[in-house]
């Protein structure tokens, strides 16, 4: 019997990942449903697609992702990254759900990698939306797994790889703040472990014990987005000069948290994984973007 796995915002950088590496999971049955497609803020609609689809998995990843939009249009951000985490509880109870949440939630004045543990200090809307729908969820009947991540990019949409790659066409010069820092995250990476976990789950190995409980997921190493924004034009063969400047002298909407590096101890030690190098993975996906 084929286990059906149901993805949620399968437009996104994630969703598009998870779609490209599927073949190497032939056991599961993959269901992909864009944000058009599934609306995870309307309840009742909600509802009646998890009944007609009847997945054994959720894979929500689903999210409004705009921070800086976030803080003027607050009600749209806490439907989507919030509310709705009652919407996928309800409907999801008695069945299991992985559930993507952001590095943004924590927010610490720490220069240590977060543990899942540490309390967490949302600053803005963007954070404090995706700290509220981790609580929701936590509160349902629905077993859940909740990875915290940051600092996402891949082949698909919109993020810094592909904008730094763009700019390297476009400009000569840019600047790019260099005290803030975090890893950069391979959408596929990310999207290899969370099918690796329902992989083992549907065959029994991971224990009940391993649900309902937060994991932190990023690649390895420790980086800034000058030190970030140099790599990628250093491994693509680009030309461009990028001047490192502070935080204060490109103001955002939103706040951003300083220092967001995550340490993936517990998500390694349970589930029995290996986890790329940051330059590893992102020579890999600039490759694949320029070849």
């Not at 649900?211 to 250093?234: F, L």
């Not at 000069?241 to 939103?254: D, G, H, T």
Request: aromatic share 10%; proline share 4%; hydrophobic share 40%.
């Amino acid at each position: 019997m084929n286990i059906k796995v149901l993805i949620t915002g399968a437009n996104g950088q994630l969703g598009r990942s998870i779609k490209k590496i599927i073949e190497d999971f032939s056991d599961l049955q993959f269901m992909f449903l864009t944000s058009e497609q599934c609306d995870i803020t309307d309840g009742d609609k909600f509802r009646k697609i998890i009944e007609d689809y009847n997945p054994d998995y959720l894979i929500n990843a689903a999210a409004y992702t705009a921070v800086d939009q976030a803080e003027s249009n607050e009600e749209d951000a806490m439907a989507v990254n919030a509310y709705a985490l009652q919407n996928i509880g309800r409907a999801m109870a008695g069945k299991k759900c992985i559930h993507i949440s952001s590095d943004y939630v924590y927010h610490l004045d720490k220069d240590v990698p977060y543990t899942e543990d540490m309390p967490l200090n949302a600053q803005g809307v963007y954070a404090r939306s995706k700290a509220i729908g981790e609580s929701i969820l936590q509160r349902t009947s629905c077993d859940s797994i909740i990875i915290r991540t940051g600092w996402l990019y891949s082949e698909f949409g919109n993020n810094f790889l592909k904008t730094m790659l763009h700019l390297s066409e476009t400009r000569n010069e840019i600047n790019v703040v260099d005290d803030q820092w975090g890893c950069p995250t391979y959408a596929t990476d990310l999207a290899y472990v969370i099918l690796h976990i329902i992989h083992e789950d549907s065959k029994n190995k991971v224990s009940l014990k391993s649900w309902n409980k937060v994991y932190n997921y990023s690649n390895i190493g420790v980086t800034n987005w000058y030190e970030y924004a140099c790599t990628i034009i250093k491994m693509a063969g680009k030309s461009l000069l990028i001047n490192p400047i502070p935080s204060v002298l490109y103001p955002m909407p939103a706040t951003r948290p300083p220092w967001g590096v995550l340490d993936t101890t517990k998500i390694k030690s349970e589930f029995s994984i290996e986890i790329p190098a940051w330059k590893v993975s992102l020579e890999k996906c600039i490759d694949i973007l320029i070849n």
